[in-house]
């Protein structure tokens, strides 16, 4: 059987055929990675053997980080018995892992790594590809809900030095300005950092009327409650993107968090498939997703195991053979491929999504729709209501 450019991967009759995850499952952000993982564990239990083979999930931690992404990556990269991989969660994981992912002919679709440059001209490594949408639609869209929407004039924007964070910041402040909007100030923060209080009160010098801060949990938290305590900020309204859905979010921001606006991917899938793969959460893990990136997982293991289907062969031997070129191709081949978030088409840059975006309210320690498809729906309440004492 003729060799492929990046090798072949056999499996015997009767051996398991092995996929591996990276995503975030430890640490503050754990429900971002778990919400991925178990919609990875619901496509492989709803497809069955693939190929002819079981599936094994080979599951690691991506630590939504830089040094986890890499130690990961490595780590999976020396198994060449691993076909491909479903993560990772982070762009700032995703950023070195894809190279070292390239350099072993695996290819890796990520289910919530959004930042620009993953799939930009120029940047773009040919390992990956994304389910997730592009957070050049997301910052776009959060930029014109507080343009004409909110109605709001004047903006400041942190990050956390992130790719995700401070991509997403920079598209956010650029369509803002674009629109006829200010950024007053565009500061950033470092992971693990505790005491916000320094770079609110400058923010606070310029008078914003919104602060967009899509970093993750735990630094979300805590520039969330330290805003109200800055002067000149009691009031200013509060907003975040996806790396802040999950119930520990929510119980990091407390009383603060509430009014705020959280954009990210719209869940408001149509059709049973979603409805099915609910009703099997809640099953199989006893409550409801736990952020926002599991169907875009479900899809993306989907996405391989149809790829897989395609290519695979039999040889002489009876052993399956799968090639690592021919299977990136068929992955960027994807065309219409019907998922629970929508019709997936993937470019030669790797971005698959069908790419739909929401604008929540943090409501009642609740993550409500409020702005779906361009329109605002149902009830907004106030978006930055004085603390007592303030």
């Known amino acids: 059987m003729a060799e492929d450019p990046l090798g072949n991967v056999v499996i015997a009759a009767g051996d398991p055929?092995?996929?591996?995850?990276?995503?975030?499952?430890?640490?503050?952000?754990?429900?971002?990675?778990?919400?991925?993982?178990?919609?990875?564990?619901?496509?492989?239990?709803?497809?069955?053997?693939?190929?002819?083979?079981?599936v094994e999930l080979v599951a690691e931690d991506d630590g939504c980080s830089a040094e986890g992404g890499q130690t990961s990556a490595t780590k999976i990269a020396s198994d060449d018995s691993i076909v491909a991989v479903i993560g990772h969660s982070c762009s700032s994981s995703c950023t070195p892992a894809a190279p070292i992912y390239n350099d072993a002919g695996l290819t890796m679709i990520s289910p919530s790594c959004t930042a620009p440059a993953l799939t930009g001209e120029g940047t773009h490594v040919d390992s990956l590809l994304r389910t997730a949408h592009n957070d050049n639609v997301q910052g776009r869209l959060m930029a014109e809900f507080v343009y004409d929407e909110l109605g709001l004039r004047k903006a400041a924007t942190i990050h956390d030095g992130s790719p995700y964070a401070e991509q997403l910041q920079q598209v956010f402040a650029d369509v803002f300005v674009e629109l006829g909007g200010e950024i007053t100030a565009q500061e950033a923060v470092n992971v693990g950092d505790t005491d916000m209080r320094p770079v609110l009160t400058s923010i606070a010098t310029g008078e914003p009327e919104i602060i967009y801060y899509p970093i993750f949990t735990a630094e979300g938290g805590f520039v969330t409650t330290q805003a109200k305590e800055i002067s000149g900020l009691e009031n200013t309204v509060l907003a975040?993107?996806?790396?802040?859905?999950s119930n520990n979010f929510l119980a990091a921001a407390g009383e603060a968090g509430e009014g705020m606006y959280i954009s990210g991917p719209d869940l408001a899938f149509t059709g049973g498939?979603?409805?099915?793969?609910?009703?099997?959460?809640?099953?199989?893990?006893?409550?409801?997703?736990?952020?926002?990136?599991?169907?875009?997982?479900?899809?993306?293991?989907?996405?391989?195991?149809?790829?897989?289907?395609?290519?695979?062969?039999?040889?002489?031997?009876?052993n399956t053979v799968i090639g690592r070129q021919a299977l990136r191709d068929a992955l960027y081949?994807?065309?219409?491929?019907?998922?629970?978030?929508?019709?997936?088409?993937?470019?030669?840059?790797?971005?698959?999504?069908?790419?739909?975006?929401?604008?929540?309210?943090?409501?009642?320690?609740a993550y409500v729709p409020i702005y779906q498809g361009g329109e605002v729906i149902g009830e907004v309440a106030a978006a930055a209501p004085p603390r007592a004492g303030h």
């Open 240 to 245: 975040g993107a996806d790396g802040m859905i």
């Open 273 to 318: 498939k979603y409805e099915a793969f609910l009703a099997t959460h809640q099953e199989k893990y006893g409550e409801p997703p736990t952020s926002a990136f599991h169907a875009h997982a479900y899809d993306a293991t989907n996405m391989i195991f149809d790829a897989i289907e395609q290519v695979a062969k039999t040889d002489a031997d009876g």
């Open 17 to 54: 055929l092995k996929i591996a995850s990276s995503l975030v499952i430890a640490g503050p952000n754990i429900q971002l990675g778990v919400d991925s993982q178990r919609g990875v564990e619901i496509a492989i239990d709803d497809r069955g053997p693939v190929a002819g083979h079981e």
């Open 333 to 365: 081949a994807t065309s219409g491929l019907d998922g629970i978030t929508g019709n997936l088409t993937c470019n030669e840059l790797g971005d698959c999504a069908d790419p739909k975006i929401a604008v929540n309210q943090i409501q009642a320690g």
